[in-house]
């Protein structure tokens, strides 16, 4: 270890920068810091409940819109749309070596 005192010195010096609060600004931090400590006390079980089903509604909620309006949409889509999307009635040709298959539903 080295002999030097850096870190003295610096505490040293630093001392003068430090804050200590006077005996009524004491007393107003010691107050402060007990009243947040009193209101801060563990949550009631309605607020647990709360703090846990209030998301799970929320996105339960955001699920049924959701499959609402989905199922809205496909009934009110023409039927033509609906057909030629899911089902292709013209099937699949492919050529191997000069043959031709056909693949069909």
Sequence with gaps: MS???FLDR???EARVLRYEPDDPALTRLTARVRARVRT???PGVS???ARWFRPLVASLAVMILWATV???WIERAPDSSLDSLFASSNGVEIQLDGDTYSVID
């Design 40 to 42: 801060s006390s563990q």
């Design 70 to 72: 989905s199922v809205v």
């Design 47 to 49: 607020q647990l409940l």
């Design 10 to 12: 610096l505490r040293e």
């Design 3 to 5: 002999e030097d005192k």
